[in-house]
């Protein structure tokens, strides 16, 4: 900035050299209209074109640090980042300059008294930048002596605000709210829990197209068909979450699904009983249950008591306790037992249970007791499986039968598509044809089948003309590959076609026993290469495990260990996954 000394010079200088006579009366000689004695067009006293009276150019107060805020308003105009306005920060600093520190972003910490990671809602919070010990940054628990009590948790019959919804409780409950269940589903909507007390309630239950959780009492809510009809109706137009839980279905008439019936359903289905439902003279699909396009889950699940019967030639059944189809099937403790699919003019297929076009995760199944009755192919009297790709880990398939005229096959069917099946245990089921069957103890067509750590035994096929394998049989493009498996005591009732019966198809069997007697027809026999052993009786005990000094013990795979850590047992009780 120029000085008052230097701005004098400069007015003296001007007076001396422009020639012009100046007078007393204040008129400057300059060529601008001011009354200044410089020639710019303001009215300053300096050289220069602005407004102040300064020698210089600028127009307002400092910015030191370029904010675009001067000195005058800039609570710190050496730092950026504060500035009037400015985005505040939990730091302790004032960035905005309104004398405030921290407003509006200091977080709000409250006691978690139960552990739940939800913190206490009528708590004071405490306001701080950083977490204190044992504080959280939810507020939201209405009870927080009650983990299990907060906006985490789903609702559950308890008659409570279990999820901090702010109402006295969440779900419709009968029969306190509506004494039929049916008025329940129709006055509830998509996501509704609906809880069923004790009793036995009669009717056709349809959801309506709605996605709803249907909770009983296990053991103590039955829903018991109206004498005609499906019990359960599960119909969607779009898929969608379903529950059904705690429920004994019995008594629904129908050919498709008479128990339970769902489509496009992501329905879990859990502690649920299907007993003695009946599909009569029609085409029957899963009497007890059925599911269809939808993405089960299946949870200590049990069928029995469920029947298809028809004296009418051609009509088809499938799954006479539980039946899915084109679905990704999850499952775990399920029991399908004591159902029939009783079809002597027809075709049948999976007494107890079947699966079909789709996928399939299963652990821990069995399949007792359960019958087929056909006049071609019955087949899988206790589980079937048909163009299904997946896994089915511990089976158990015991005192099936299947009986027919032609071409009657095993208690255990998988067909098509590409499934393991690890740890099964194949035991005294029955086959019985007028004319030929097809392997007592395993039969397969198309596809690949693996099986690992399996026991097929005392299994027997009796045929009135021809058994085509009286252990195995695998035909048609199909291939079949056993590891740490054995048979024995499996028979048929002609040995004309070999114990081990193949067509177009191969198999692989390693540190498997073949103990069947009889010979290898169409199948090469491997004898005791690739660890295969030929031992007629392994020595079981009557749980079907092998005795101590049986040669099948720790003679499997040796890359494989039982949980004990030594090489794998073959059969049903040793690998890592073993009962």
Known sequence: MRTWAGWWLLVAAGCGGDGASDDDLGVDGDADTDADADSDADADADADADADSDADTDTGP??????????DVDCNDADPSIFPGADEVCDGV???????????????????ADHDGFGDAASAPL????????????????????PTVNPGEAPRCDGIDTVCSGASREEIIVPLDHADLQDALDAAVDGDLICVGPGTYRGNFDFGGKALLVRGVPGQTVLEGAGNGRVVTIDLANPADVELSGLIVQGGIHGTG?????????IVAEDVVLRDNLCVDEDCNGVGMYLTSSWPTLRDVEAYGNVGRSQIPYLSMQGGGIAVNASELVGERISVHDNLLDNPNGYSWGGGMYVATGTMDLVDVEALRNRVTADNGPSGGGFGASQTQGTIERILVEDNEQDGQHNVQTALVATGGVVTIRNALVVNNRSTAVYDTLGSALYHFTGDLTFENSTFADNHATAGRSTYGSSVAVLDN????????????????????????????????????????????GLPDPGTTYGNLRVADPLFTASWRLAAASPLVDAGDPSVRDTDGSTSDIGAFGGPGAW
């Open 127 to 146: 306001l701080s930048c950083q977490q204190p010990p044992d504080l959280i940054a939810d507020g939201t628990d209405c009870d927080d002596t009650d």
């Open 94 to 112: 004032d960035q905005d300059c309104d004398a405030e520190i921290d407003e509006g972003v200091l977080t709000a910490w409250y006691s978690d």
């Open 258 to 266: 008479a128990g339970v019936y769902a489509r496009f359903a992501r």
């Open 478 to 521: 199909s291939s079949v590959t056993l590891l740490n498996t054995t048979f024995s005591g499996n028979t048929g009732s002609s040995t004309a076609y070999g114990a081990y019966y193949g067509q177009n198809a191969t198999w692989d069997p390693t540190y498997s026993n073949l103990g069947d007697t009889g010979s290898f027809r």
């Open 62 to 71: 400092v910015d030191a640090d370029e904010d675009g805020f001067g000195v």
